[in-house]
T-cell receptor, first 116, second 112 residues
Framework: GAGVSQTPSNKVTEKGKYVELRCDPISGHTALYWYRQSLGQGPEFLIYFQGTGAADDSGLPNDRFFAVRPEGSVSTLKIQRTERGDSAVYLC??????????????FGEGSRLTVL | DQQVKQNSPSLSVQEGRISILNCDYTNSMFDYFLWYKKYPAEGPTFLISISSIKDKNEDGRFTVFLNKSAKHLSLHIVPSQPGDSAVYFCAASGTSYDKVIFGPGTSLSVIP
């Protein structure tokens, strides 16, 4: 499809386990964002890539969270030693910065993470 | 400390009437403002945006108003339709391609 693709759509894991969430952005989009959304709240910024590099990772809550985008396309969000508080929907978005850009982010459907 | 605030968690409007969703922000460095709409089990979708050099932007039934001195913006939907029932997020950024900060959302119900 032409949209942002996120896998898995649902992930249930046990406390202390390692988790990877994948995002495949829209082809040609150079900017990629990760957000986390808990029930009843707005999306919380985690990290933003411009190309292969993290332009802003100020939203990552602690060093258990890490994200990569080695070839400037697909990105993986990695969470080590998961905790129950990590349970949320993890949203990925991409955009194409440039002249005339409305600033629109194109979101995927999210990966719902449940830590038991 | 929430930089983007939406003080009404929910709003109910009769079909055909105007819906007004409000948003306040605290960071004077924000230069670009956006509204997103979200249905359950889907990602947010972009509705409309406005840069700080404007005070109004219109797209069909949707109009966004910006009052920079008050650090306030609002989204007007006229006429409201049942399909508009969703959660609406206000968002802001420093530029059109900077990190985007979202508010907590307002759940709009349009009653037929």
């Amino acid at each position: 499809g032409a949209g942002v693709s996120q896998t898995p759509s649902n992930k249930v894991t046990e406390k202390g386990k390692y988790v990877e969430l994948r995002c495949d952005p829209i082809s040609g989009h150079t900017a990629l964002y990760w957000y986390r959304q808990s029930l009843g709240q707005g999306p919380e910024f985690l990290i933003y890539f411009q190309g292969t590099g993290a332009a802003d990772d100020s939203g990552l809550p602690n060093d258990r969270f890490f994200a990569v985008r080695p070839e400037g396309s697909v990105s993986t969000l990695k969470i080590q030693r998961t905790e129950r508080g990590d349970s949320a929907v993890y949203l990925c978005a991409s955009s194409s910065p440039g002249l005339g850009n409305t600033g629109e982010l194109f979101f995927g459907e999210g990966s719902r993470l449940t830590v038991l | 400390d929430q930089q983007v605030k939406q003080n009404s968690p929910s709003l109910s409007v009769q079909e055909g009437r105007i819906s007004i969703l409000n948003c306040d922000y605290t960071n004077s460095m924000f230069d670009y403002f956006l509204w997103y709409k979200k249905y359950p089990a889907e990602g947010p979708t972009f509705l409309i945006s406005i840069s700080s050099i404007k005070d109004k932007n219109e797209d069909g039934r949707f109009t966004v108003f910006l009052n920079k001195s008050a650090k306030h913006l609002s989204l007007h939907i006229v006429p409201s339709q049942p399909g508009d029932s969703a959660v609406y997020f206000c968002a802001a950024s420093g530029t059109s391609y900077d990190k985007v900060i979202f508010g907590p959302g307002t759940s709009l119900s349009v009653i037929p």
